[in-house]
């Protein structure tokens, strides 16, 4: 009999090695481990499992898409956040902490990674395209200002909304797509917070998770 009271999470067996830590059903994970929540995922290997196959989860083919009961949730942010509604731990209960959460949450998915992801088409998925090349100083100077911004915002504190929060889990993984190097290194300060959320006993579990499910080669 399938056991519905165990959330399941929809997530890659196979990837190629470059995004293996950087797949976005990492961000659930670690906010499952966060709230000591078990789960079960249900595997895609990229190779052979065509967009289709996700699709009734997922309306664009992708995941991650995550389950519980009746309740069925797609987007890493909608999921994350109906999550950390459920602890205190991960969504604060006063009012005027809450909306500063809330409003974090959407700054990470909303203001920042879509600057990340216009860098990441024009370098990598679409760099071999018409006019990339061209464009490509112009998405790394905007990613650039917008991390200006967030690293004053984040100033000396340790995390972006007050306690650590689902703020957090959203903003360090959207952060950690840069690696480091070039875009990250000029900002102390987000370096040493996207440490400080890799360092986390929860994130840690969730990643080494998140790489045993891949299959090799
Ligand atoms: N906005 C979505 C993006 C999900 C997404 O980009 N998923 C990628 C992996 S990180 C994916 O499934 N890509 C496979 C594909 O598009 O075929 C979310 O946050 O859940």
């Known amino acids: 009999m399938p056991d519905n009271a165990t959330p399941e999470l929809t997530a890659f067996s196979w990837v190629p090695p470059m995004p293996r830590g950087l797949v976005r059903d990492l ?3 670690w906010v499952l ?38 309740v069925a949730l797609f987007e890493s942010g909608a999921i994350c956040l109906w999550l950390a509604e459920r602890d205190p731990a991960l969504m604060p209960q006063d009012e005027a902490a809450r909306a500063r959460v809330l409003s974090w949450i959407f700054a990470a998915l909303n203001s920042v990674e879509p600057n990340i992801l216009m860098l990441q088409y024009v370098t990598l998925f679409d760099g071999d395209k018409p006019g990339a090349t061209e464009f490509a100083p112009t998405a790394r100077s905007r990613l650039s200002d917008r991390l200006g911004q967030l690293s004053e ?13 689902v703020a957090d889990v959203l903003m360090v993984s ?31 579990r969730a990643l080494a998770a998140h790489m045993a499910d891949f299959v090799e080669d």
Not at 39 to 60: N, V
Not at 153 to 165: K, R
Not at 180 to 200: C, I, K, S, T
């Open 153 to 165: 915002a984040l100033c000396e504190n340790e995390w972006i909304a007050g306690p650590f929060s």
């Open 174 to 204: 959207v952060l950690r797509q840069l690696g480091r190097g070039d875009n990250l290194d000029p900002f102390p300060n987000l370096v040493a917070y996207v440490a400080r959320g890799e360092a986390r006993p929860a994130f840690q």
């Open 27 to 29: 961000r659930v994970r």
């Open 33 to 70: 481990e966060e709230m000591g929540q078990p789960y079960r995922t249900r595997l895609f290997d990229h190779r052979t499992d065509g967009a289709e196959t996700r699709r009734p989860d997922q309306p664009f083919g992708q995941v991650p898409a995550f389950r519980q009961g009746d």
